[in-house]
């Protein structure tokens, strides 16, 4: 498969700390890009990461990627109650017909507790 | 307002029976795809288009069938659904070729076959 492996599953933390989440993927990648999902609505992009950039912010969020071990962390700073969601990485990958279609995780079921 | 909208958002019907989801999206992208979500499966590609009258297969295509005649509209067409097709739906488009750039989503439909 070539989906990507989040880690954890679940995470629960306090309004205030920080929460990491991490992906593992398996082959070359062109980019990789982290969404997020409230309950059972659609995802939202939050960053993108090219493949020869090795870390990028924006606003709250920091996002690592290290293509030699083939992982990308998303670290939420001074997570807020609003941040509850599941996040999902997915990874870019070019097709034989020129198409760069994402590969979705399982995801990270991300909880704070106000 | 730049959106991708789905119909219908819910949808219960019986084994056999015809359906087509529409989704539209009226940013002029021209890349669209259909994803189902599964608990622990993640998002799975179904199918994707990078153009009109352009379609390729994704990771899950068995038993769906989508057209892109009208660059905005991506149907995605289930000719005979069986209740392993129970699941959440999710249209999405992007500009160009898919992963090259961010995705946006619709709203999703909630689909149980009976």
């Known amino acids: 498969s070539q989906q990507g492996e989040e880690d954890p599953q679940a995470l629960s933390i306090q309004e205030g700390e920080n929460a990491t989440m991490n992906c593992s993927y398996k082959t070359s990648i062109n980019n990789l890009q982290w969404y997020r999902q409230n309950s059972g609505r659609g995802l939202v992009h939050l960053i993108l990461?090219?493949?020869?950039?090795r870390e990028k912010h924006s606003g709250r969020l920091r996002v690592t990627l290290d293509t030699s071990k083939k992982s990308s962390s998303l670290l939420i700073t001074a997570s807020r109650a609003a941040d509850t969601a599941s996040y999902f990485c997915a990874t870019a990958i070019s097709d034989q017909t020129g198409a760069n279609n994402l590969f979705f995780g399982t995801g990270t079921r991300l909880t704070v507790i106000p | 307002e730049a959106q991708v909208t789905q119909n219908p958002r819910y949808l219960i019907t019986v084994t056999g029976k015809k359906l087509t989801v529409t989704c539209s999206q009226n940013?002029?992208?021209?890349?669209m795809s259909w994803y189902r979500q599964d608990p622990g499966l993640g998002l799975r590609q179904i199918y994707y288009s990078m153009n009109v009258e352009v379609t390729d297969k994704g990771d899950v295509p068995e038993g769906y069938k989508v057209s892109r005649k009208e660059k905005r509209n991506f149907p995605l067409i289930l000719e005979s659904p069986s209740p392993n097709q129970t699941s959440l739906y999710f249209c999405?488009?992007?500009?160009?070729?898919?992963?090259?750039?961010?995705?946006?989503f619709g709203p999703g439909t909630r689909l149980t076959v009976l």
């Open positions: 990461i090219r493949s020869n950039e």
């Open positions: 999405a488009s992007s500009l160009y070729r898919g992963g090259s750039d961010t995705q946006y």
């Open positions: 940013m002029n992208h021209e890349y």
